[in-house]
């Protein structure tokens, strides 16, 4: 198991006491719903079925303008009774038997734009006649049958729905709803991923799924509910969102300890946390995954498919085609990375390593190394906060033109790429997380920063909250004093350096990562917070049940809102100033788990 001091995670931002504390007793303790980029809350309101016509985001456009795009494909003036029936459509008073010719069209490219042209509404249907001509009529019931590649959503491409679930992975959520829909899950979208033990609430989108059949198979799933149904003509990718809303209840409190408690959300709504990447980035198998980012940038590469194999050594690697064939036959379709190194060493050799690791997929490749260029940040930050918490310090880095406490979005992270997809491993590592990828905001890879200088001490022109680090990489600057050669320093014991190679593949060097800049303190947003008295340890507290005001047992009621890519876990490390494994210590249970 990787510990917090492993990866870096070893200084605090106040000197609160903190309080002993355990979270996700039951999973309705965590609750999260996903912030959208205009700052607005995803909850799930309406599970009603619309209309094609009611969920459509984009409007129909009028009879006169479908009229006028007819004639435009056609080059002929259309008839005057098409402008009645149209009129007629739009107030309802056409009877479904009712049809209307238009043509004849020799044409068959004429014939399939006419047809396109009367897909932006909805309710009409067209199905070709003899001699080329089309009839158009009402779409289903008694009217003209839908062909097959029609849907509700006309010409948008998407149809977009709010998704709560509980106890499950987002992608799990997915595979299951596509399964019930026997499409493959690929064909959804989000903008991040959320954690497995909690209540969750985030946007889908799905490429032309109809509603009905969404909330039909929802409806068949033990913990996923759908909603908000609407149209769109835009797909949503993973960092599309402003951040996550967060309602936790912390358990298991000292019944005397009120004033600890009161003390330390004060404290940490006063000095924020430190933005630590958290131990959900370096995965939970028997090798995390920033220990296989610094083989791979070593050129090990065979302690390297070691580790992504959850192998103690590579002298534990199977040597021969029989034992990778009989471990490629254990080895699950969903682990992604161990299926394509195995294949890789079937095809090329049992101990051709460097080939094995290419064959993984990019993105997760370079998701090894982000774990790693995280490890670096994590520890660099402590080193630096170690020099000074309160007071920038000459040498220091901070954003040129200040935005406030986070990027030009409002995140706390600047510069990066967006091409990670979430994938999964047989070891545990999810290689995803709830909006925390090391790189994942869209700003400028030549991002202004700016050098602190005495003059800048005098004038106290910027302040803690700040303060920037680097993930290394080509295109950031290091600090100009000790925290920058922090960061050599740590390379050098790992025989890696920013500059050069030793190995000189293409795909594994620093000098090949672009970098990002990270805010060393985050600002959890909108903090609320109340101590709950309460008698029962396994009541629902986030729903208001058991709570009493004489109750022998304390808990707290904790909410907050973060960028995309911070950490709830840190902030409550910071607050209870406990680590991870505490946190989720066991508390004693009337019953079954919950």
């Known amino acids: 198991m990787v510990l917090e001091a492993d990866v870096g995670i070893v200084a605090y ?194 490429f032309r799924v109809d509603p009905g059949r969404l909330a039909t198979a929802a409806k068949q799933l033990r913990g996923i509910s759908v909603g908000d149904f609407s149209f769109t003509d835009e797909e949503l990718h993973l960092g599309q969102l402003g951040g996550n809303r967060f309602e936790l209840i912390l358990r298991g409190l000292s019944p005397d300890a009120e004033e600890d408690v009161k003390a330390a959300c004060t404290a940490l709504a006063a000095s924020g946390f430190i933005n630590y990447f958290g131990l959900q980035r370096f995965g939970s198998g028997p090798i995390p995954t920033h220990a296989i980012g610094r083989a791979l940038l070593a050129g090990q590469w065979d302690r390297a498919v070691a580790s992504i194999l959850g192998r103690a050594g590579p002298d534990v690697l199977p040597t021969s085609l029989q034992e990778v064939k009989s471990a490629l036959r254990g080895t699950p379709g969903f682990a992604v990375a161990e299926t394509a190194v195995l294949q890789a060493l079937l095809k090329h050799g049992a101990t051709n390593y460097l080939t094995a690791v290419q064959a993984i997929p990019r993105n997760l490749r370079t998701m090894y190394i982000h774990a790693y260029q995280s490890y670096l940040w994590n520890s660099v930050a402590s080193f630096r906060l170690r020099q000074s918490r309160r007071a920038l310090l000459v040498g220091d880095l901070v954003a040129q033109s200040k935005t406030g406490a986070g990027g030009p979005d409002g995140s706390q992270e600047f510069v990066g790429s967006t091409d990670q997809v979430p994938l999964h491993s047989e070891n545990g590592v999810e290689f995803t997380e709830p909006g925390a990828n090391a790189q994942e905001a869209a700003a400028p890879a030549n991002m202004a920063v700016h050098i602190i200088t005495a003059e800048d001490l005098d004038t106290r022109s910027y302040s803690m909250s700040d303060l920037l680090l680097p993930l290394p990489g080509s295109s950031v600057r290091l600090p100009e004093n000790a925290t920058g050669e922090e960061y050599a320093r740590l390379l050098a014991e790992d025989g890696l350096s920013l500059e050069t190679s030793a190995h000189g593949t293409a795909g594994f060097t620093l000098a090949g990562q672009t970098g990002a800049y990270r805010l060393v303190l985050g600002s959890p947003g909108d903090v609320e917070w109340e101590l709950l008295r309460h008698s029962a340890q396994d009541t629902d507290l986030a729903e208001g049940q058991g709570v009493e005001p004489g109750g022998a047992l304390l808990a707290l009621r904790l909410a907050f809102s973060l960028a995309p890519s911070s950490y709830a876990t840190m902030v409550v490390r910071e607050l209870t100033k406990q680590s991870g494994a505490a946190l989720h210590a066991a508390l004693p249970r009337a019953g079954p788990p919950v």
């Open 13 to 206: 931002a106040n000197d609160a006491q903190g309080f002993a504390a355990t979270l996700k007793h039951r999973y309705s303790d965590f609750r999260v719903n996903e912030i959208r980029q205009d700052g607005g809350v995803v909850r799930l309101v309406d599970t009603t079925v619309p209309k094609a016509a009611e969920a459509r985001e984009v409007p129909l456009c009028s009879a006169q303008e479908l009229i006028q795009k007819l004639e435009s494909a056609t080059g002929k003036p259309a008839s005057p009774d098409l402008l009645d029936f149209l009129e007629r459509v739009k107030n309802g008073s056409v009877p479904s038997s009712e049809r209307i010719h238009l043509g004849p069209f020799q044409d068959k490219a004429q014939r399939t734009a006419v047809h396109g042209i009367f897909k932006a509404w909805p309710t009409l249907a067209t199905e070709t006649g003899a001699e080329g001509s089309i009839e158009l009529g009402l779409g289903g019931g008694k009217g003209i049958k839908r062909r097959r590649s029609e849907w509700a959503g006309g010409d948008a491409r998407y149809v977009k729905f709010t998704m709560y679930k509980e106890n499950m992975e987002s992608q799990a959520a997915l595979s299951l709803l596509g399964s019930k829909l026997h499409v493959s899950a690929k064909v959804f979208g989000i903008a991040g991923t959320k954690d497995k033990r909690g209540c969750t609430c985030q946007e889908v989108t799905a």
